[in-house]
């Protein structure tokens, strides 16, 4: 038997040391959250896709009472980005959010494994990385790609 040790390599930043590119797409990933519809969580989330050719596609969780019919910020983004500009490929996704109390929140967030799923699809019909922030309140974790979020990830066999 042998052991094997998986790494993530994780930037943490502050707001002044993104780019404009990246700033803007933060200031959209949180204008999404207040179109979240939460009223069950009260959990908001946003999130801001950046396409080829500098094409912009938010989202936000949707929520609905019959649970698990809603769908998160992540899902809302890549599904609608593809199915309308179905030949740009992702670059960025940028991922935001608001507390229960309304509050964006300190510590960045990650995507759950659903959406992880479906943006590792995308980035690999991007067939190149597509860089991922999360946000803070305060501080932005960057990684490099999608698959970081899931290094194991299944995949096509």
Not at 69 to 95: D, L, N
Not at 100 to 106: K, N, S
Not at 113 to 130: F, I, N, P
């Amino acid at each position: 038997m042998k052991d094997f040790e998986i790494s993530v390599p994780v930037k943490v930043a502050t707001y002044g040391e993104l780019s404009e590119m990246d700033k803007r797409l933060v200031g959209m990933a949180r204008e999404a959250t207040h179109r979240s519809y939460a009223p069950y969580s009260h959990f908001c989330v946003g999130a801001a896709i950046l396409l080829e050719g500098e094409i912009i596609v938010t989202g936000s969780n949707q929520e609905n009472v019959a649970y698990p019919s809603g769908t998160c910020a992540e899902r809302s983004a890549c599904f609608y980005a593809h199915s309308q500009y179905p030949e740009s490929k992702f670059k960025e996704i940028v991922i935001a959010a608001r507390g229960t109390d309304g509050e964006f929140v300190d510590n960045p967030i990650a995507p759950c494994g659903a959406c992880r799923q479906s943006l590792l699809e995308y980035e690999t019909l991007a067939g190149d990385d597509v860089k991922v922030i999360l946000c803070g309140k305060e501080k932005f974790f960057i990684l490099q790609s999608v698959k970081s979020l899931l290094p194991l990830a299944f995949d096509e066999f």
